[in-house]
C-alpha cells in the first residue's frame, strides 16, 4: 500500500462525516464494542491518542489509565471541538506516518497504531449508530495485518502456530500452522481486534484445533473478545 498517511486522512475524514452531523444526545450513544464509552467518548480517545503521540505523552501507552485520561480530559468538549482539535494535529502524525518506521509503545510503528486503532474504533462507531459502510477501505486492508501479526505472534508466545487467511489472498504465518484462521478482511479485522465473543469465534473458518488459539484470543486486555456477541 503507497501513501499511509493519505489513509489514515480518509480515516479521519470519515469520522468526520459520521460524528460531525450528530447532536448531543447521538454522540452519547453507547458504544458496545467498548463497553462504558459513548460516541464521544471514543472519538475522545481516539483524537486524544493522536494528540499524545505528537506531544510524546506515552507513558502507560497503550493501557486503560492512558486511555481513560484522554477521554476525561476531553468530556466536557463538544464533538466539534474535538474535531477541530484532531484537524491541528493530524499533519504531524501524517508526516510520522509518512516517514515510517518510527517505534512506540510496545515495538508498533507510529502507522500501525494510528491507522489500526483509528479504523478499529470508525467501526465501533459505525455500529453503535448503525451506520455500516466503508468495509472495504485501505484503512481495513492494512490493518488486517497489524491485527494478524499481533495474534500470530501472541500464539507464538503460547507455543501455538497460528496462520491468517485473508480472501484477497494474503497469507500470514507459516504454511505448516497448526491452525488456520481464514475470512474476508472485515471479518478478520473485527474478530482478531477483540470484537467478536468466543461463540462469534468460534462460527468462523478455522482449520486444526481451535480452541487454544481461542482461549489465547481470550487473554486479559484491551484485545480480549467481549462476553456477549456483537452483531454488525
Not at 69 to 77: A, D, N, P
Not at 165 to 187: H, I, K, M, S
Not at 194 to 223: K, N, Y
Request: net charge negative; proline share 6%.
Amino acid at each position: 500500500m503507497g501513501d499511509l498517511s493519505a489513509v489514515y486522512r480518509a480515516c479521519r475524514q470519515r469520522y468526520i462525516e459520521l460524528v460531525q452531523p450528530l447532536d448531543s444526545e447521538a454522540a452519547n450513544t453507547p458504544v458496545p464494542a467498548c463497553p462504558g464509552w459513548s460516541v464521544h467518548d471514543v472519538l475522545a480517545h481516539v483524537v486524544g491518542s493522536a494528540a499524545d503521540v505528537v506531544a510524546g505523552r506515552l507513558d502507560g501507552a497503550p493501557g486503560e489509565a492512558w486511555t481513560a485520561s484522554q477521554v476525561e480530559l476531553r468530556r466536557g468538549r463538544s464533538a466539534a471541538d474535538l474535531l477541530a482539535e484532531w484537524e491541528t494535529c493530524a499533519p504531524a502524525i501524517e508526516q510520522m506516518i509518512d516517514e515510517g518506521g518510527r517505534r512506540g509503545p510496545l515495538h508498533f510503528t507510529v502507522e500501525d497504531a494510528a491507522i489500526s486503532d483509528a479504523v478499529s474504533h470508525e467501526h465501533d462507531i459505525r455500529s453503535a449508530l448503525r451506520r455500516p459502510g466503508a468495509r472495504d477501505s485501505d484503512a481495513v486492508s492494512f490493518a488486517v495485518v497489524f491485527y494478524a501479526r499481533n495474534r500470530i505472534d501472541s500464539a507464538a508466545s503460547r507455543g501455538l502456530s497460528l496462520r491468517v487467511c485473508v480472501t484477497d489472498g494474503r497469507r500470514f504465518g507459516n504454511d505448516d500452522a497448526a491452525v488456520t484462521l481464514r475470512g474476508e478482511p472485515f471479518d478478520l479485522l473485527r474478530a482478531m481486534a477483540g470484537r467478536r465473543s468466543r461463540e462469534q469465534l468460534r462460527e468462523l473458518a478455522w482449520t486444526g484445533d481451535v480452541e487454544p488459539v481461542i482461549a489465547d484470543f481470550g487473554r486479559p486486555g484491551a484485545l480480549a473478545p467481549p462476553p456477549y456477541p456483537l452483531e454488525e
